[in-house]
């Protein structure tokens, strides 16, 4: 037999999973950051409590 096809199948062997576990990773990240989209939008509609509660200037320098 020849060595160019041991080759192509040790290829195969080591190349297959992982390409499969990069495109695994790309589809995993792809799904968190538009979950994270989602997370955010939603607060943003919400108009979270974390924030000062009243506009920027419209308080007192001494009211700290």
């Known amino acids: 037999m020849n060595s160019s096809y041991f080759s192509m199948l040790d290829m195969a ?4 999973p992982a390409l499969a576990f990069g495109i695994w990773q790309l ?6 950051i538009a979950r994270d989209k989602l997370a955010k939008a939603k607060s943003l509609e919400s108009e979270s409590p974390e924030g000062a509660g009243h506009p920027v200037g419209e308080h007192r320098l001494d009211d700290r």
Request: hydrophobic content about 50%; cysteine-free; charged content about 20%.
């Open 27 to 32: 589809v995993s990240v792809n799904r968190e």
């Open 13 to 16: 062997i080591a190349g297959v």
